[in-house]
């Protein structure tokens, strides 16, 4: 007999995550497929030739009372951590100290530790790109390049919505008129010999570069103990999305690299600190990054109800790890009840 409680989830970053352990402790089956290797969508970390690597998300915040909650059970269990420096901006070439009072919150050993706690009983398969949905009398299938999963009373994509529309569109008309909402945007890690001082940690700025975060000053930050890069710190430089989506994916590393090392070494000067050399890098483009807009002030699932399907993701809220988290609570209230 039909239960209604098989549920497949679509991506497994934090809304897929978050909703996935939500449905097992309310005594739901469910099965997470990823297309990627490893845990945590945008908010995974890389493992580099010299240091584990947050390339996406740098830090998040907490301002909902659950994900206040979650947040204190990470801390209680030493896997979250205050990052506590004072922002600067650099705009115009000049560097500006300028502080502010947000809490920043961080995985230690970076966020890939989040992701595994939040996974550790559910029954995820990695490695597999769901192509297409079918529905069939007794539930949905799933499509993947090796072959079909059947069948599954309830579908939840967890994707960004320019990701979610194609499997979507053809059996819901619930997305079709939200406007793609996100920039694209490149990311690049850099290990730099040459010693920079303490204050300089987390920068804002305004022209091609948007941010740059001092992952080696994070709390629990890792470097590999065999590596062969004897570098001082690890950076992450976040460029602005215009500059990346003129740039786009093809744009060469070289480029990327010098353009980036031209950039740290002005700010550096502008803020009275010698040139570093940059030793090693790695470059990521992030298709669906920043937000155009806010869809939301509170996440909210879409959910269809007569086709049991349902999106759900950062992006439904205003794009933030935090709203990730949130999504994945809301689509299990509203298909189980509150
Ligand atoms: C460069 C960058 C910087 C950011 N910085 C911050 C920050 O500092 N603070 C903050 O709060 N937020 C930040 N964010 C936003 C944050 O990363 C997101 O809000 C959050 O991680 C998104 O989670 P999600 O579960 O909605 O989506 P995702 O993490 O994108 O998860 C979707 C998953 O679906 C998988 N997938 C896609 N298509 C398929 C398919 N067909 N079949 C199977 N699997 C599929 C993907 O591989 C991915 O793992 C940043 C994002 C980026 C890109």
Redesign the pocket.
Known sequence: MNSGKKIAI????????SAAREFVNRGYEVTV????QG??????TRRLPWAYVD???????ASDPVFKREVARWLKRRQVAKWQFTPAVYADGAFKLSPDNQERWVGTSAMRVLSHDIASNVDIILQ????HLEPCPRGWRLV?ENGPFEYFDWVVS???LE?ALP?ISNHSAMLNNISPPHRS?W?LALATKGLVPPFIQGVFSHDTVR?LSRASLKPGFKRIDQGDVDFDDVWVM?FQESWSELKGRALPHAELQAVASRWFNKMLASAGVCPVSVLASHGHF?K???MNAPIAEKPQPFVDGTRRIAA????CGS??????FL??LSVVSAIDGA
């Open positions: 679509v991506g497994v970053g934090i809304s897929g995550l497929f990823e297309k990627s845990l945590g969508g945008r908010a995974s390339v996406g998300v740098q830090y998040f915040t597999q790109r769901i192509k993947s967890s994707l960004p990701q499997l945007v990311a941010w976040h992030w669906y990054a920043q759900i993701g950062a992006w794009g933030r790890y935090e709203d990730g999504s994945g």
